[in-house]
């Protein structure tokens, strides 16, 4: 897959968390943001940061994982669904970005 077509599914992804968590009637994840989108080689599996407190992340991987699942599997129209899985973003993926900003100026 090219780099120019995973980044137009990640920004879907993201795009779809996004809305879907706002749309939750919990008004705890209507704060939350969605950082970054890792989708695994084989598009099974989805890694999802947020900026958000630990038991929010909890949450969203516990008691409202099924309800958020569901309603990504009606919008993400693909032949493979990943499961989402949530991370709380602690700083780290702003920084390895930056990093990786710093190498592209470099070459």
């Known amino acids: 897959m090219n780099i120019t077509r995973q980044q ?23 704060a939350v943001v969605v950082t970054d989108v890792l989708l695994s080689n084989d598009g ?4 999802i940061w947020v900026d958000a407190p630990d038991d929010i992340v909890t949450k969203l991987n516990g008691e ?4 958020i699942q569901h309603a990504f599997l009606k ?3 693909r ?14 993926v ?14």
Do not use: N
């Open 79 to 92: 032949k493979i669904v990943p499961k989402l899985q949530f991370l709380k973003d602690d700083g780290r």
């Open 8 to 30: 137009q599914i990640l920004s879907h992804i993201k795009r779809i968390v996004s809305t879907e968590l706002s749309q939750i009637d919990h008004e705890l994840f209507h």
């Open 75 to 77: 919008k993400f129209a």
């Open 44 to 47: 099974h599996e989805c890694r």
């Open 64 to 67: 409202h994982h099924r309800e």
């Open 94 to 107: 702003t920084k390895l970005e930056s990093l990786l900003d710093q190498q592209k100026d470099k070459s």
